[in-house]
């Protein structure tokens, strides 16, 4: 193969690399348009709003495997009447109407190669606060992805609150 043959696959070879990593960080939405736009700002930290615990809403946080999305029906509980008028409220009442639940889109998993097992039961029983791997998103108008969960991330965080970093425990 001659010289410029070479200089050529390597060179389509590295661009290739570069395009798939910027696909795979570009195409992930940060901030997905959800199905009704809810502002954690407004039901978390506003003075003048209710000012709810991350585990009102996310109620089997601290329960199940997944932290788990509120239903249409927790969050008719207080908007039967608060807000009533508003258009997101309206379509919320709708889905609650017809006992479907928002297809809300999801701003944090973890990859399915990663082949890692997350539970936040551990998590939450350690005291760690939502805004550790979540970011501040009882300052978001809009939920976006702002910490970016990698294995080293989580690693780091084990280390230095000295808990196991056995692989066992995230890949079974």
Known sequence: MGRVAKSLTVSLAVIAIIGFVLLRVLGRPEAPKQPIEFDHWQHVTKQDGPQL????????????????????DTCMGCHQSEKADSPEVQKLAAFAERKEQPPWRRVY????????????????????????????????????????????????????????????????
């Open 109 to 172: 998993w973890l990859e399915p190669e990663a082949n890692a097992y997350y539970t936040h039961k551990p998590h939450i029983r350690a005291g760690l606060e939502c805004e550790t791997c979540h970011g501040k998103i009882g300052e978001m108008h809009r939920v976006r992805r702002v910490v970016d969960q990698t294995m080293g991330w989580c690693i780091d965080c084990h280390r230095a609150r000295n808990v196991s970093n056995d692989c066992y425990i995230c890949h079974r």
């Open 53 to 72: 615990e991350c585990t009102f809403c996310h109620e089997n946080v601290d329960k199940s495997s997944h932290a788990t999305i509120p239903n249409a």
